[in-house]
């Protein structure tokens, strides 16, 4: 067995303190002799060891020119994010304590005059993000010319990120003899043109640590309709009720729409994606690990370098591009030796795809059905009890209180409002079309729905800003045009407009009592509505002509907001926002609306240029 016995002893013993008994597969072939002082491309990704790994390379030079007392930096790592290139630093930080290196970190959103001021005083290793990099070495303060070695972390997600121009400045600035450690989740094309400039007789590690996560990650496949990725998305969420979890899209408008359907459906939620600022990404970061969040919604780009030991579950909300990013997605769980879920929703016209790209990355994955609310209601079930009767430490204040209640109500009475209370706090599951060939079938035919073959536009003055929503939108549609919820066809709610499709046999007879009843003296009457062209493709579908409307169901509590495959409807449960203009549409109080606002079918998601 290899250990870490021929590094250096202060490196050896700082590893050892840590723990960390054996070389991961990576460090291993780094220490291998044939690397030993040499270019090296390497294949490892987040949670391979990787960091320690160029860490461990890097020492017999560094600390061999550490003695010459140089002040000007002898190794510089460039990281794609801020979040990754502090994670580097904390682990050169212990790795290294016993050496006296001094690490200076460079970082778009820190203070820049404080890491001039640690350049100046003199570093041995610099750990940065390629912008701030940059920034540092044209004002100055980052003087390349005694490096030995440059370290690119996560290559291929710097190029992706577009700094080919920042990195290639850096590097340009750096002394020719110097060493390049290329490391790369992927390697595309441009990381291979990127090596041949920059390496000499580069080594290439690529280790089967590649294809990690079969032993701890459980592969799953859920096959839906396009219209269900989101219910799918929400059912698995509150079936696993994982303590962190990832979900993937393919791009950033995917992202967006996602995060606010979860946010509207009450799931602790942030997002990740190239939209999002520097800070934000902090923020996101933050609320992960202090469980104010337990969802992250990112793109493949953004999310890389996330290390959190707590997601245990993965979901492809949107179908991986290759077999190396599946890899690479799902390998955000299952670390630190914990058990992790990975779950493909795989909408049908894609499952040959799916099927050819797991077998191509020889993961054998299991095909199931999405949970169904029944099966959720168990798992609830069970965790409730076990929440509530979790060993607990009462305070004379919690017991005054339930000596209270105990003079009003019965034990079982409290117990059961007690339970109601953490029932409330959870989202609610949806209903799924049942994965059979009849129910899929039935569900098809729904989407044409007879009647709405030709259909007027018709426009109203309210929207977002007046918190429209279909649940008070349709009953004030019916009353005000002596119509039926069945006779209104698509919904789609803009910022200060909502337009709404009216079967052209009927449009005549409901402009007629439109203008009838607006005169009226309740504030619904003031609403103006009248014909308009079709609405432009942004506003979000609430509703759409393919809608049965007629049969009640449970689709959570919150409106849609638009999204996958038109996504999952609102209704259900009671509307809850605030009212517009202080005022109040009658039909945004009281009980649950009768009336469903489910939506099917419908809007698409259409993938931009950007990936991210
Ligand atoms: P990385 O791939 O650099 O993101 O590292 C993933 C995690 O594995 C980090 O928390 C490291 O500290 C840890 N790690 C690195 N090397 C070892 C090792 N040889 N044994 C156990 N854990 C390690």
Known sequence: MMTFSNLPPVLATALAERGYEKPTEVQAAVLAPEAAGRDLVVSAQTGSGKTVAFGISLAAQLLERFNQATELPLVLVIAPTRELALQVSRELGWLYAGTGARIATCVGGMDASKERRALRNGAHIVVGTPGRLRDHLERGPLDLSQLHTAVLDEADE?????????????????????????????????????????????????????????????????????????????????????????????????????????????????????????????????????????????????????????????????IPRDAETLQHRSGRTGRAGKKGTAVLIVPFPRRKRVESMLRGAKIDAQWIDAPTPESIRTQDRERLIEALLEPAEFDDEDRALAQRLMK??????????????????????????????????????????????????????????????????????????????????????????????????????????????????????????????????????????????????????????????????????????????????????????????KTSGGATIKPKGNKD
């Open 408 to 597: 009003e109500r019965s034990a079982e009475d409290i117990a059961a409002a007690l339970v109601r209370a953490h029932r409330a706090a959870m989202p609610q599951p949806e209903e799924m079309i049942e994965n059979t060939p009849e129910a899929r079938q039935a569900a098809q035919k729904e989407r044409h729905r007879p009647g709405f073959e030709d259909t007027v536009w018709f426009k109203m003055d309210i929207g977002r800003s007046q918190n429209a929503d279909p649940r008070w939108i349709l009953p004030l549609l019916c009353r005000r045009g002596h119509i039926t919820r069945n006779e209104v066809g698509a919904i789609r709610i803009g910022g200060n407009e909502t337009h709404f499709q009216v079967p052209r046999a009927i449009s005549e007879r409901f402009t007629e009592s439109i203008l009838r009843t607006a005169n009226g003296d309740s504030e619904e009457d003031g609403v103006n509505i009248e014909p308009s062209e079709a609405p432009r493709e942004s506003a979000r579908v609430h509703r759409t002509a393919g809608a049965k409307p007629a049969k009640p169901h449970h689709r959570g509590k919150k409106p849609n907001s638009g999204g996958f495959g038109g996504g999952v409807g609102g209704g259900g449960g009671g509307y809850k926002g605030k009212k517009p203009g202080g005022g109040g549409y009658k039909g945004n109080k009281g009980p649950r609306p009768s009336g469903p606002v």
């Open 158 to 318: 710097m190029l992706d990120m577009g700094f080919r121009e920042d990195l290639e400045e850096i590097l340009d600035a750096t002394p020719a003899g110097r060493r390049t450690l290329l490391f790369s989740a992927t390697m595309p094309q441009q990381i291979v043109t990127l090596a041949k400039r920059y390496q000499q007789d580069a080594l290439r590690i690529a280790t089967a640590g590649d294809k990690r996560g079969h032993g701890d990650i459980a592969f799953q496949a859920v096959t839906v309709s396009p219209a269900e990725i989101e219910a799918a998305t929400i059912n698995l969420l509150r079936f696993h009720e994982a303590e962190t979890a990832i979900l993937f899209c393919a791009t950033r408008d995917s992202v967006r729409r996602l995060h606010a359907t979860l946010q509207e459906r009450g799931f602790g939620v942030v997002a990740l994606s190239g939209e999002h600022s520097q800070s934000e990404r902090n923020q996101a970061m933050q609320a992960l690990r202090d469980r104010r969040a337990r969802v992250c919604v990112a793109t493949d780009v953004a999310s890389r370098g996330i290390d959190l030991p707590s997601v245990s579950l993965v979901i492809h909300v949107e």
